[in-house]
């Protein structure tokens, strides 16, 4: 990896929930897989309707340099306006920010929500591939063979051009 983060810190933002407590679970999830990854010094998460609130970001880790990050599929409202008045980097309504704020010896930068990243397309396609039913010899559909799925998906990743030409 080019870049060095050890000395930064990695916030998740997602929407939660007050009716489904279980809502925020693959947040957690994703960020305690992140956090054993030893990439960040730091890798926390806050949400819109549960605890830690998107306000407590700048008191949920201590580093210098902060990545906050939208765990949502697409950019819209809560992304473009809630968060960003939120953090501080826009006023109420307000659509044209900067998406990085220095403020008291610390640098937050605002990153686009992860399911705008190029590869989010290929990461659908191999769900779709993993969950997807296929017919037996009779006509009958069944799931398809989850090893099966997963080679497939395998050679496919070592056939990009992104493998090829950085391995």
């Known amino acids: 990896m ?18 489904n407590a279980q809502s925020s679970a693959p947040t957690r999830r994703l960020t305690d897989e992140l956090r054993a990854r030893n ?15 998107i306000d ?3 008191k949920l880790v201590s580093a210098k340099r902060i990545f906050i990050v939208p765990v949502t599929i697409s950019e819209g409202h809560f992304t473009e306006q809630t968060i960003p008045r939120r953090l501080g980097l826009a006023a109420s309504g307000e659509t044209d920010y900067q998406r990085v704020k220095h403020h008291d010896g610390r640098t937050l930068i ?25 017919k037996d010899k009779d006509g009958k559909e069944k799931p398809a063979d989850r090893k099966a799925s997963y080679e497939d998906i395998i050679w496919a990743l070592f056939n990009t051009k992104e493998f090829l030409f950085n391995h």
């Open 39 to 53: 990439i960040f010094a730091e890798v926390a998460c806050a949400f819109n309707l549960e605890e830690p609130k």
């Open 2 to 19: 080019a870049d060095d983060f050890s000395n930064d810190a990695l916030v998740l933002i997602a929407h939660g929930s007050t009716v």
């Open 110 to 134: 605002y990153c686009h929500p992860i399911g705008t990243h190029a590869s989010m397309a290929e990461v659908l396609l191999a769900r779709a591939h993993l969950e997807r039913a296929i």
């Open 56 to 58: 407590d970001v700048p």
